[in-house]
């Protein structure tokens, strides 16, 4: 029986790595073929289009890579088989078929946690830097502490509590003026703010303060109800992008926490959180998805008859888990859980069918 898992343990794994590998170089030849001008605008050279193509790829396609090709490696290592009659085989000789399917599971759950590693590091840097790169050059630097986040261009320093890119507004704003030697010389705080297409942000209840020389001399206080903050360009425009995607899973939690103490509306980020934590358990649930209609090819000896059922059932799992998201992102609660719902449904069936196996 050692033999055995050991022969379908490799079988797996050697089959996830040969189609995650062919799968990431027909995404890369579609994305030449669709992007081209995209990759040479994005930096000059071929060093510019494998720069893309190296933060592209992982950041957009990787995430659902690794629990689809696991769906397809389950399928095709207990598929082939089947369809071979060495289940059968198996069964004669007194072995049940679950009995086969648990080191290609065990495997499964192994990937599922490099996949939460992987999510968190290399998915979710290749995304930061390439939207980084992508709208503002390789000169800005945006980052987060304390709940908000900083966007720092030479002498200015600006933070946000929230930004919405679609009605180019922000929320909790804080802007900091330096001189050359590094003194504070300005600060305006506002309760927020809309970027008009001239790139002038339009702020409003906003309190500058300007501080002398003197350190003992009091800073000259000014209330204004609206006033307008001249920007050179659109680079100005980080801020839009601040995105909580861009938090590790840690540093969520403690945005999470700050929103709750500043009384918003902590729905979208605790959805996120959730969909972060759970989306690498997909790769488990496909491959139990898949060990079931795999070993069903026993019976038809068909494998396109049971990969179109596969891709219907992937279909609608993510057809549900974006449709929580959607939800969770229009601030209903009840939606947060969304994506583990989805999770634990298909689990739960995908033990049934593989109970019955």
């Given at each position: 029986m050692t033999i055995l898992s050991r022969q379908f343990l490799v079988s797996y794994l050697g089959l996830y790595a040969g189609i995650l590998f062919v799968s990431t170089l027909v995404i890369v030849v579609i994305e030449m073929m669709l992007n081209f001008d995209d990759a040479l605008d994005?930096?000059?050279?071929?060093?510019?289009?494998?720069?893309?193509?190296?933060?592209?790829?992982?950041?957009?396609?990787?995430?659902?890579?690794?629990?689809?090709?696991?769906?397809?490696?389950?399928?095709?290592?207990?598929?082939?088989?089947?369809?071979?009659?060495?289940?059968?085989?198996?069964?004669?000789?007194?072995?049940?078929?679950?009995?086969?399917?648990?080191?290609?599971?065990?495997?499964?759950?192994?990937?599922?946690?490099?996949?939460?590693?992987?999510n968190e590091t290399i998915v979710r840097d290749t995304s930061t830097e390439f939207n980084r790169r992508e709208s503002r050059g390789e000169t800005s630097s945006l980052f987060q502490a304390r709940g908000g986040f900083w966007y720092q261009r030479g002498r200015l320093f600006f933070n946000v509590q929230e930004a919405d890119r679609q009605s180019r507004s922000l929320t909790g704003v804080r802007v900091y003026e330096r001189d050359a030697n590094g003194r504070l010389i300005r600060s305006i705080e506002a309760a927020g703010a809309r970027i008009a297409d001239d790139h002038r942000w339009h702020l409003r209840d906003a309190t500058v303060r300007r501080f002398a020389a003197d350190p003992a001399t009091a800073p000259d206080v000014q209330h204004e109800p609206e006033m307008v903050l001249e920007m050179a360009s659109e680079r100005e425009l980080a801020l839009l992008d601040a995105d909580a995607e861009s938090l590790s899973l840690f540093r969520l939690s403690e945005y999470i926490d700050a929103v709750v103490r500043d009384g918003r509306n902590p729905v979208r980020y605790r959805a996120l959180f959730h969909a972060r934590l759970a989306d690498p358990l997909s790769v488990l649930v496909f491959a139990l998805l898949a060990a079931p209609l795999g070993l069903a090819v026993e019976r038809s000896r068909s494998l396109a008859g049971a990969a179109v059922k596969g891709i219907a059932l992937i279909a609608v799992f993510y057809t549900l888990q974006t449709s929580a998201a959607i939800v969770a992102t229009g601030g209903i609660a009840a939606a947060v859980l969304g994506p583990w719902f989805v999770l634990g449904a298909f689990g739960v069936y995908g033990t049934w069918r593989y109970a019955r196996a």
């Open positions: 994005f930096q000059q050279g071929a060093a510019g289009v494998a720069a893309y193509l190296f933060l592209r790829v992982p950041s957009y396609y990787l995430p659902y890579l690794i629990p689809v090709t696991s769906f397809a490696a389950a399928f095709l290592c207990l598929g082939l088989p089947a369809r071979a009659r060495e289940i059968l085989a198996l069964k004669a000789g007194g072995i049940a078929p679950q009995r086969v399917c648990v080191p290609v599971l065990a495997a499964a759950a192994v990937l599922s946690a490099a996949a939460l590693l992987l």
